[in-house]
Every structure is written in structure tokens, then in C-alpha cells.
């Protein structure tokens, strides 16, 4: 497994049900999210739905999904943004935030890039 990614949506938690949804049909993704609460924080109250996790089996998994986020950025309301957390198995991160003005193929090279893939 090449690791997964979390996509955070603090505005709008309803907003990660949606790219669930918008993410499900797609056979390289099929079974692969799950949403649920962010870490809670000492101090902090939990409930809100915070996380959408998505685990990455394949770099063709990774191509479809960043291309789906951007394409479910479109049809979202001007100026939306997402979170990204990227994670490796070995416990390495690295943090992303998308929006649909970006060029999707920069950000597929950076998350691939990250993972230690070769884009076919």
C-alpha cells in the first residue's frame, strides 16, 4: 500500500459526506474511504464529523483521486478549498491545500512525487 490521504474540511464538515459520495463510483476508490472525527486535542470537544480518509492502493489510485477532487472543486462554489494530509506507512506526512484554480497535473506530480511513484 502506498500509504492514504486525509482531506479535511474545516468550513464545511457536510462538505466531505459530499466528496465521499462524489469519490465512491470510481472502481480504483471503491471501498477505500471512510469518514470520521479528527484526533481530539486536550482541551478540545469532539463530534463533528472532521476527517475523510481515502487509503492508496496503486499510483493509478492516486491519479484518479487527485483528479477527482479537482473535478468536485468545480462544481463547488467559487473559492472552495480542501485539506489534504498525505501519509506514508513509515509515518512520514506532508500537508497540501487544493482549490480549483491550482493545475491538477502539478498536484498529481507533488502527491506522487511524495509517495515515491512514477506517473504512467
Known sequence: MLGSVEFR???????????????????????RTRLGHAAIAEGEMGGALEVLTVGLGSGSALTVLIQSVFSWL???????????KLKQ????????????????????????DFFGERRR
Not at 9 to 31: F, H, I, N, V, Y
Not at 77 to 82: E, Y
Open 89 to 112: 506507512p513509515d509515518g512520514r506526512e506532508a500537508d497540501l491545500e487544493i482549490d480549483g484554480a491550482q493545475q491538477p497535473d502539478a498536484i498529481v506530480e507533488r502527491v506522487f
Open 74 to 84: 468545480e462544481r463547488r462554489r467559487a473559492g472552495s478549498t480542501i485539506k489534504l
Open 9 to 31: 474540511c474545516a468550513e464545511a464538515p457536510e462538505e466531505l459526506r459530499s466528496l465521499e459520495k462524489w469519490l465512491t463510483p470510481a472502481r480504483e476508490l471503491r471501498g
